[in-house]
Every structure is written in C-alpha cells, then in structure tokens.
Nanobody
C-alpha cells in the first residue's frame, strides 16, 4: 500500500507561480512512476505530467513550457512547479503513483487562479 499526501495548493493571481508537493510512503519510491492529474469543476480528471523512475518526463500540451515535474528520492517526494498560471489551470490537483499493476491516488489539493 502506498499513501500519497499532496500540499502546496492555494489561491493565486494569473501569471503567478505555485509549487505542489506529494509525499509518498513506502521504501520503493525510486521505482514508482509518478504523475499529476487535475480535475476542474464539471470536467473529467485529466492527466497533467508524468515522471518515470529514470527521470524521464512528459506533459500535456496545455502546460508544456509552464509546468515542471521533478522528484527527490531522498525525500520520497514529487513536485509540480507551476509557472505563468492561468485561470484555466484552476482545478483540484491529484498525485498518482503507479507500481507494477497497482495505482494509488492522493486526496487532492485545490489550486485556484483568479484575479
């Protein structure tokens, strides 16, 4: 069982930045594939970014060049640095871990971008 705890959400103005963190339990963090998803009001949950165990990254088109996913295996933590935030980035952001055939989710953290 893997437990994920997100933090770092909040209310910011357009153009500002936020960094989300996701702390994972377990001793095998280094082999987890970690990802961030988000769900805006009235919409389906969508994939945002992934970082593989080897550090390879991938992003959905709408956040490329603005968001950066990273991981710190010493802290069992994955981050999502979000820059140049837009109102359309407003959503609950969820951390996701994939371990072999199993998948785990955090409880989510709210990000609101509004002037």
């Amino acid at each position: 069982q893997v437990q994920l705890v997100e933090s770092g959400g909040g209310l910011v103005q357009p153009g500002e930045s936020l960094r989300l963190s996701c702390a994972a339990s377990g001793s095998a963090f280094s082999v987890y594939t970690m990802a961030w998803y988000r769900q805006a009001p009235g919409k389906q949950r969508e994939w945002v970014a992934t970082i593989a165990s080897d550090g390879g990254t991938a992003y959905t088109t709408s956040v490329k060049g603005r968001f950066a996913i990273s991981r710190d295996s010493a802290k069992n933590t994955v981050y999502l640095q979000m820059n140049s935030l837009k109102p359309e980035d407003t959503a609950v952001y969820y951390c996701n871990a994939k371990v072999t055939i199993r998948e785990y989710w955090g409880q989510g953290t709210q990000v609101t971008v509004s002037s």
